[in-house]
């Protein structure tokens, strides 16, 4: 076994290599090899051989299925399957709490930074939500290396042979402008699945113009079977509009294995909206009236008629009688659906059998009945003649039983009610209503102008992520088109009111909005007039992604004024990280172009503008560390060293590095460590590393950049 020290491979994962050994361990025949357009041997995939090893039928040439295709998929799949040779640099002067933070903000475009992050966060992310382009033919498109002219979609399509005849009419309404976009998301979706956990979800937002094409996207990328519902947000009333209103937008939300979802007995519920307003006037009024519960029934009443109209609180106005567990209102003791057990429950005054309901008494049996009369949870009507009623109180009480049908509140809606519930719930609706001007104006007041056109309510996208994490406190949201940064305030706002300490991850590309001034009018120039201005005044370069980070900075501070709960970790901060070019200087990837004079001024390896810094995130990144591990920096044996969550990396990329500084790092026995390549002190020290790492921490993994 050779000494020598093994090289992190500073690239993000060749997964079009890793799908190919895949296929070979299940199918050796079906890998062969082929010449390469350089003129190098490589391995390659006998599809038509693999084509007929999965069926049980001969296979002669394409035949007829249903699937999903456009001009540039092919070109899609590659793309989101190449490896790239980048990296993220730290910024600590845009970042908040570098030192302590778990939030990152990666600027740059996002299919890179989806593949930067895969070995780090492969199969960690809970959620994903996005916002991305609507393809209205206004919104800024990415560019990427599969896109092509109309011509060259034209023939793809089939709309135009190679000598550039019309084969279809309309070629304009045809391929290129919906191939784009379909595209451009495939490629992204196709990442960003790999990030998932088994029990992820990822929900997208989309209005009509593309709603079919991303629905049939995600049914291919995560399978129809994992597909959960399709939302529809209603944001207000057009009433210019010549034909109907479309004043709503879609969320589809998806899965990445339902299965798993229902293998946990996952089940989604929120809070009833308004609940806590409740319980809050409650606690009140009992501070003044102590065990009065009449008069603070009769002081909860006025409350519910003061309040203003549209308060989610007015909706439970039924929840006006009070005890010691608080507001509660009646509820149907009667077996749902018919066939409910029959036995005697003797009134508390007439001492006779109450009438039994028609559909038979919801609990099974005398002692669960005598259970809940006991706890007080059980409501007695004048005398025997009618059946009692349940007790539903706005924060289920110890002991309050779980009711199947809400019959007080519709036919269709279930209210579950649990012991360790905090409140009661509700199943959310596919369909809600939220007006879009709240976002808008709350946005203008905080970032003093309007910076953002058609932000997306961050109330609302906490609420989701609430309602979608109930066994995931701590989880990782991501999202890769930040814009706005919605999702990170959002995020602050769950963990700050239901006391989660959800992560974020927004990914933003730095777009010039001079560029973009130049390329808009009317309403949408003057908002991005606003972001320049404000950034002006800031004294922050002119592109979007400065914009979405001084919005977390604003919203941050703001959460930390309001009312907070105490299960929350606090945390506002973020980790800025920028998607750049290899650490590593040319020579390290093309070493077949380099002359004799190159690698004498080339020794490093490492470009000269990168910092030590820069350095250890790149190895972070290759090595699958996560990015907001905390980190030290500190001085041993004259040398700058790293350490990342106390013992998990040690890193060193001083030269002159020794055997002394060698052993006392092995004498701290970390995870990992890693030096400079030619950073020892000289051959016999870089020699005898593994040796003595072997001799005296010997799990530890070395390598050297």
């Not at 919104?139 to 896109?147: G, L, R, S, T, V």
Request: with cysteine; charged share 30%.
């Amino acid at each position: 076994m050779s000494d020598e020290i093994e090289k992190l491979k500073l690239h993000s994962p060749d997964l079009t290599a890793q799908n190919v050994d895949k296929i070979a361990a299940l199918f050796p025949g079906c890998v062969t090899e082929s010449i390469g357009p350089d003129g190098t041997l490589r391995r390659a995939v006998d599809f038509d051989l693999l084509r007929q090893e999965l069926s049980d039928s001969i296979v002669e040439g394409p035949q007829e299925r249903y699937h999903l295709d456009w001009p540039g998929k092919r070109q899609a799949l590659i793309t989101a399957n190449a490896p790239i040779a980048k990296t993220l640099r730290p910024s600590r002067a845009e970042s908040v709490n570098f030192d302590t933070t778990r939030n990152l903000f990666i600027e740059g475009d996002n299919l890179e930074a989806l593949k930067l992050l895969q070995e780090t966060y492969l199969g960690k992310v809970k959620m994903i939500y996005i916002d991305p382009p609507y393809n209205t033919g206004k919104d800024f498109i990415y560019k990427d290396n599969f896109a092509s002219s109309q011509k060259e979609q034209e023939e793809k399509a089939g709309e135009r042979d190679a000598q550039g005849g019309q084969l279809v009419s309309n070629p304009e309404t045809r391929g290129r402008f919906h191939s784009d976009w379909m595209s451009m998301m495939y490629s992204r979706l196709s990442v960003a699945k790999r990030l998932l956990m088994d029990e992820g979800i990822i929900l997208v937002s989309i209005d009509d113009y593309e709603q079919a094409s991303l629905r049939k996207l995600l049914d291919e990328v995560f399978g129809e079977r994992n597909f959960v519902a399709q939302l529809t947000w209603e944001k207000g009333r057009k009433n210019d509009a010549k034909f109907f209103s479309v004043g709503h937008e879609y969320m589809l939300v998806f899965g990445k294995n339902v299965t798993k979802l229902r293998e946990r007995n996952e089940a989604w519920r929120e809070e009833k909206p308004g609940a806590r307003d409740i319980w809050d006037e409650f606690t009140r009024l009992r501070a003044i009236h102590g065990d009065d519960f009449k008069a603070i029934e009769t002081n909860l009443t006025q409350w519910y008629s003061d309040l203003p109209k549209g308060h989610p609180a007015k909706k439970w106005a039924r929840y006006k009688r009070v005890d010691k567990y608080g507001p509660w209102r009646d509820r149907d003791i009667s077996w749902p659906g018919g066939d409910g057990p029959r036995y005697d429950v003797i009134h508390p005054l007439t001492k006779k059998p109450c009438a039994v309901p028609e559909r038979g008494w919801i609990y099974a049996s005398p002692d669960e009945m005598q259970r809940q009369i006991k706890l007080g949870l059980v409501e007695f009507r004048e005398d025997h003649s009618e059946p009692p009623f349940r007790k539903a109180h706005i924060r289920p009480a110890p002991g309050e039983a779980e009711g199947p049908l809400d019959d007080q509140d519709s036919e269709t809606e279930e209210e579950e009610v649990t012991e360790d519930a905090e409140f009661a719930t509700q199943v959310r609706g596919a369909y809600f209503y939220k007006q879009s001007q709240v976002s808008v104006k709350y946005l203008r007041k905080l970032m003093e102008g309007k910076v953002f056109t058609n932000p997306k309510d961050h109330d609302e996208l906490a609420r989701l992520i609430e309602y979608v994490t109930p066994n995931d406190r701590s989880g990782i949201i991501m999202d890769f088109f930040a814009g706005s940064a919605s999702t990170a305030e959002a995020v602050l706002r769950a963990n700050s009111t239901y006391g989660s300490n959800h992560r974020f991850i927004m990914v933003q590309l730095p777009e010039s909005l001079e560029e973009a001034e130049r390329n808009t009018t009317g309403t949408a120039k003057k908002t991005v007039q606003a972001a320049i201005k404000l950034m002006k005044k800031l004294d922050r370069p002119l592109v979007l992604s400065e914009v979405s980070k001084e919005r977390i900075r604003r919203a941050g501070a703001a959460v930390l004024t309001s009312s907070v709960s105490d299960d929350w970790n606090g945390d506002v901060g973020f980790r800025v990280l920028k998607i750049d070019s290899s650490n590593m200087a040319d020579v390290y990837y093309t070493p077949d172009a380099t002359n004799q004079a190159d690698l004498l001024t080339n020794v490093d390896n490492i470009k000269p503008d990168r910092s030590p810094e820069d350095l250890l995130f790149q190895v972070l990144l290759d090595w699958g560390v996560d990015l907001t591990l905390p980190i030290t920096r500190e001085t041993v044996e004259g040398k700058t060293v790293f350490t990342v969550a106390g013992a998990a990396l040690i890193a060193c990329f001083d030269n002159g590095v020794d055997e002394a500084l060698v052993k006392t790092l092995a004498a701290r026995h970390p995870l990992r460590v890693v030096f400079k390549d030619t950073g020892f002190k000289n051959d016999a020290t870089k020699i005898n590393v593994k040796q003595i790492f072997k001799a005296l921490s010997p799990d530890t993994e070395v390598k050297a950049i």
